[in-house]
């Protein structure tokens, strides 16, 4: 697999997830017509579909190259901001036995900023295409269970790896996500996301590894892998 399966109305969710994979063209065009004219009509039809899934595909692959050491066949997986899911379905498909969980917001902000938003309010989802994107590509739909954060119970049992990439605090505080957390892991669960202060981190977390390092974006972020709340 070279190229993940995708119909417009999954790379258009793309697109607005993953800025990065808009060609030139596109980008100037949003910077002409604005932010609500790309979010709602020039990210649907000014697109190359099949160049969108082999660019993604590409791109969620470099992901998992990043992540790959902390990955096993059987683990529990709780994903969160996940976006159409491309790592997860990844990452099923090369760890055997695989079950993920997925926590998003299930509506697209008709103006999408890409910033800080302290109470989490901005999204890009849709839950429906999610799943769609998902079992177009073949992940089997036993693997798979997708929690609306906002209308859900979310899951209680415990994970062995959260992973949440450009989502957790990148785009939203931890602490929103802190005492949840604090119930579905144990000692040994390993929990992966972006941040522009690891520092902060070493006093809520035993252990704090730096396992990528983003110097060429705005936020100039970390990538973390914390294990063991601080008790």
Known sequence: MEVFKVS????????LQRI???????????????????????SKYFINISEIGHKYYLLMKNEYEVIQNFLKPGQNILSIGAG??????????KKLNTKVSFIEKNYISKKIIYGWDDNNLEAYNNLNLLEKFLLKNNMEAKSFQIFDFDKDKLPKEKFDLIISIYSLDFHYNFELYRKYFQQVTNDETIIIFDTIRPEYF???????????TDDNTLHKSKRIACRCFIK
Not at 8 to 15: G, H, T
Not at 84 to 93: M, R, Y
């Open 8 to 15: 417009r109305d999954i790379a258009q969710l793309i697109i």
């Open 20 to 42: 990065e994979l808009a060609s030139p063209f596109l980008k100037r065009l949003r910077k002409l017509f604005g932010r609500y004219i790309f979010s709602n009509f020039l």
């Open 84 to 93: 159409i899911g491309g790592l997860e379905l990844l990452i099923s498909k």
């Open 202 to 212: 070493k006093n809520i977390f035993q252990e704090v590894n730096i396992i990528k």
